[in-house]
C-alpha cells in the first residue's frame, strides 16, 4: 500500500506540475484540464485522473490501486511562452500512445521547463515592429512609424524588465502607458507634423491583453464560464490601467508644456 500511494503521489505531482507549466504560460483553462487529464491518464498503473483547473490554482487527484491522492497548487504569475504550451500539448497526446512512466514524463516536462526563451532585445526589437506597423494600419506617416518604433522599443524593454522583478502587472501597464504618453507628446513637440494621437494609439496596441480576451472567448466556449469571467474581468481592469496611465501621462505633460 505504501509503494501504490508513493506511485500515486509521483503520478500527481507529475501531472500538477505540467498542469502548473502550462497555467503560467498563458494557456486556456480547458486545455490545460485537457492535458493533464490526457497525461494523468496515461501512465502506466494510473485507473483515472482528474483535474479542476482555475485561474489561481489547480487541483489534481489521481487514483491508483483503489488509492486515491489529491495535490493542489497555486498560480501566482503568469507570462506568455507559447512555446511552452505548444511542447506541454504534444507531449499530451504522445503519451497517450507511448505510456510513458512518471520519471519519464518528468524528464521531459523539466526539459520543456528550460527551453531557452528569446532574449529581452529581441523581445523588444520585434514589439517595436509590431508598434510601428500599427501606425501604418491607423494611417501614420513615415514620422509617426519611425517614433512608433522607438516607443515600441523603449516600452517593450520595461516590459520584459518588469516581468522579470514581478511587479504587480496592473502597475506595469499604467506605468508603461503613462510612459508612451510622455514619449508621443516629446516626438510631437520635437515634429509637430508627427501626429500625437496616433503615435500613442500605436504604442500602447502593445500592451492590450489580447490573449486574455481570447482566451476568455475561448473558455467561455468551451464551457468554462466562471474562468471566462475572472480573465475577463482582468483584461478589462488591465484595459483601465492602460487608459489612467496615459491620461496621467498627458495630464503631466500638459501641466509641463
Not at 510513458?100 to 526539459?111: G, N, P, R, V
Request: aromatic fraction near 8%; charge should be negative; charged fraction near 15%.
Amino acid at each position: 500500500m505504501g509503494k501504490l500511494a508513493e506511485s500515486g503521489g509521483k503520478s500527481a505531482n507529475c501531472v500538477l506540475k505540467a498542469g502548473v507549466l502550462l497555467m503560467s504560460s498563458g494557456a486556456e483553462v480547458y486545455r490545460v484540464e485537457e492535458t493533464m487529464n490526457r497525461l494523468g491518464n496515461s501512465i502506466p498503473g494510473v485507473d483515472s485522473s482528474e483535474s479542476y483547473v482555475m485561474v489561481t490554482g489547480i487541483i489534481c487527484s489521481v487514483e491508483m490501486g483503489g488509492q486515491t491522492v489529491t495535490r493542489m497548487a497555486r498560480i501566482h504569475d503568469t507570462s506568455r511562452n507559447l512555446l511552452v504550451v505548444s511542447a506541454v500539448n504534444e507531449l499530451s497526446r504522445k503519451a497517450e500512445s507511448h505510456h510513458y512512466t512518471c520519471d519519464q514524463l518528468l524528464e521531459k516536462i523539466e526539459a520543456i521547463e528550460h527551453l531557452p526563451d528569446y532574449s529581452s532585445g529581441w523581445k523588444a526589437l520585434w514589439g517595436a515592429i509590431g508598434a510601428a506597423g500599427f501606425s501604418l494600419f491607423f494611417g501614420g506617416g513615415f514620422y509617426e512609424l519611425g517614433f512608433v518604433f522607438l516607443i515600441g522599443l523603449i516600452v517593450r524593454f520595461f516590459s520584459v524588465v518588469c516581468e522579470k522583478i514581478h511587479i504587480n502587472s496592473y502597475f506595469v501597464n499604467m506605468f508603461l502607458a503613462f510612459l508612451t504618453a510622455i514619449l508621443a507628446v516629446l516626438f510631437h513637440c520635437l515634429v509637430p507634423e508627427a501626429s500625437q494621437d496616433i503615435m500613442i494609439i500605436s504604442s500602447i496596441m502593445l500592451l492590450v491583453p489580447g490573449l486574455m480576451i481570447t482566451n476568455a472567448l475561448r473558455d467561455s466556449v468551451m464551457d468554462e464560464p466562471l474562468s471566462a469571467v475572472v480573465i475577463l474581468m482582468q483584461a478589462v481592469l488591465i484595459a483601465c490601467a492602460i487608459a489612467i496611465g496615459v491620461l496621467i501621462g498627458l495630464y503631466v505633460m500638459e501641466a509641463l508644456i
